[in-house]
């Protein structure tokens, strides 16, 4: 399965949050493992 059919439906405002989310999401993943992004 292509991720372009996963979000076929979605719309581009819905795909825009849902990457500003995923995006804080990781980040806040990668701080909380001591590892904070980007990384050197």
């Known amino acids: 399965?292509?991720?372009i059919e996963?979000?076929?439906d979605w719309s581009d405002?819905?795909?825009a949050g849902f990457?500003?989310?995923?995006?804080?999401f990781n980040t806040?993943?990668?701080?909380?493992?001591?590892?904070p992004?980007?990384?050197p």
Do not use: C, F, N, T
Not at 19 to 24: C, G, I, P, S, V
Not at 28 to 35: H, N, T, V, Y
């Open 28 to 35: 806040s993943i990668e701080r909380l493992a001591g590892k």
């Open 6 to 8: 996963v979000l076929a």
């Open 19 to 24: 990457a500003d989310y995923l995006q804080r």
């Open 1 to 3: 399965m292509d991720h």
């Open 13 to 15: 405002e819905d795909i």
């Open 37 to 39: 992004w980007p990384r």
